[in-house]
């Protein structure tokens, strides 16, 4: 099959209108449990075709601003799915997927918060693969935290140097060290992203034909393949996503000399 990518995003578009599409509106979650099911089957298709990494888009910041009754569903699926994941017949544990959950987690419920947490302690020994679930997250939301943490840090450092200036150590040195303290790099906002530990995205996987990232890891798919299926998400199927692995190494130079020259 030639080179097979590290690491695969998936952003789930499609729900809603496949709902529609099944004259499914009686029950709000539907489109929803027909996606987490095509979930369930991409994460075995990734494990099988030796995929280390993926990750998901499953709550934007701006689905809070959908009908109250359907972010009420989500969140109950998302609460009863993630305490799904601790069951041993669950396709983490099936497929020794570690499981980090990223995003701005004060905007979730308590209960969301406490099953999440549980869920990353109780896979932090697997090693079949990283799965990355992002909640309440938007790529805006997660830059604007790290540059945050960054000037706090840097803050703190800064203070540090004072007061090493206050002890009469030389001015000249301790006014060099506040300066280099007081420079944010690269590094330093790197450090501090919600997805810091991934891995950047070899291919990301739009459903719906929609060619747009919609606020999903911008920082990390500048030198990614993008591909777009028609099908809502909950049709994606195993030909979607083989599709995709097949024409990644034809790529693959391509975006890592651009990647190399940035």
Same mark, same amino acid.
């Given at each position: 099959? +030639?080179?097979?990518?590290?690491? &695969?995003?998936?952003?789930?578009?499609?729900?809603?209108?496949?709902?529609?599409?099944?004259?499914?509106?009686?029950?709000?979650? $539907?489109?929803?449990? $027909? +996606?987490?099911?095509?979930?369930?089957?991409?994460?075995?298709?990734?494990?099988?075709?030796?995929?280390?990494? #993926?990750?998901?888009?499953?709550?934007?910041?701006?689905?809070?601003?959908?009908?109250?009754?359907?972010?009420?569903?989500?969140?109950?699926?998302?609460?009863?799915? /993630?305490? +799904?994941?601790?069951?041993?017949?669950?396709?983490?544990?099936?497929?020794? *997927?570690?499981?980090?959950?990223?995003?701005?987690?004060?905007?979730?419920?308590?209960?969301?918060?406490?099953?999440?947490?549980? $869920?990353?302690? *109780?896979?932090?020994?697997?090693?079949?693969?990283?799965?990355?679930?992002?909640?309440?997250?938007?790529?805006?939301?997660?830059?604007?935290?790290?540059?945050?943490?960054?000037?706090?840090?840097?803050?703190?450092?800064?203070?540090? #140097?004072?007061?090493?200036? $206050?002890?009469?150590?030389? &001015?000249?040195?301790?006014?060099?060290? /506040?300066?280099?303290?007081?420079?944010?790099?690269?590094?330093? &906002?790197?450090?501090?992203?919600?997805?810091?530990?991934?891995?950047?995205?070899?291919?990301?996987?739009?459903?719906?034909?929609?060619?747009?990232?919609?606020?999903?890891?911008?920082?990390?798919?500048?030198?990614?393949?993008?591909?777009?299926? #028609?099908?809502?998400?909950?049709?994606?199927?195993?030909?979607?996503?083989?599709?995709?692995?097949?024409?990644?190494?034809?790529?693959?130079?391509?975006?890592?000399?651009?990647?190399?020259? #940035?």
């Amino acid at each position: 099959m +030639g080179t097979i990518p590290n690491h &695969i995003a998936f952003i789930m578009d499609g729900n809603r209108r496949y709902a529609k599409k099944h004259n499914l509106w009686a029950d709000d979650a $539907a489109g929803h449990k $027909a +996606g987490f099911l095509a979930l369930a089957s991409m994460l075995k298709y990734c494990y099988e075709l030796g995929i280390k990494c #993926a990750s998901i888009y499953a709550l934007s910041i701006d689905n809070f601003k959908r009908r109250p009754n359907e972010v009420q569903y989500v969140m109950d699926l998302m609460l009863e799915k /993630i305490q +799904g994941l601790l069951k041993e017949e669950s396709i983490v544990q099936k497929y020794g *997927a570690r499981v980090y959950f990223r995003g701005n987690m004060t905007l979730l419920t308590e209960p969301i918060r406490v099953a999440a947490e549980k $869920a990353m302690v *109780a896979t932090a020994n697997n090693t079949g693969m990283m799965l990355f679930i992002c909640v309440a997250y938007t790529s805006t939301d997660e830059i604007v935290h790290a540059i945050q943490e960054s000037c706090n840090n840097k803050w703190v450092g800064i203070q540090e #140097a004072n007061g090493s200036k $206050a002890r009469n150590q030389a &001015i000249r040195d301790v006014e060099y060290q /506040i300066e280099e303290k007081a420079i944010i790099k690269l590094r330093d &906002i790197e450090k501090h992203m919600y997805m810091d530990v991934a891995p950047d995205p070899d291919i990301l996987i739009r459903t719906s034909g929609e060619h747009r990232l919609s606020n999903f890891q911008l920082w990390q798919t500048t030198y990614c393949l993008l591909y777009s299926p #028609a099908v809502l998400w909950p049709e994606i199927g195993l030909r979607h996503l083989v599709r995709a692995v097949l024409d990644f190494p034809q790529h693959r130079s391509y975006l890592e000399k651009k990647k190399e020259q #940035a």
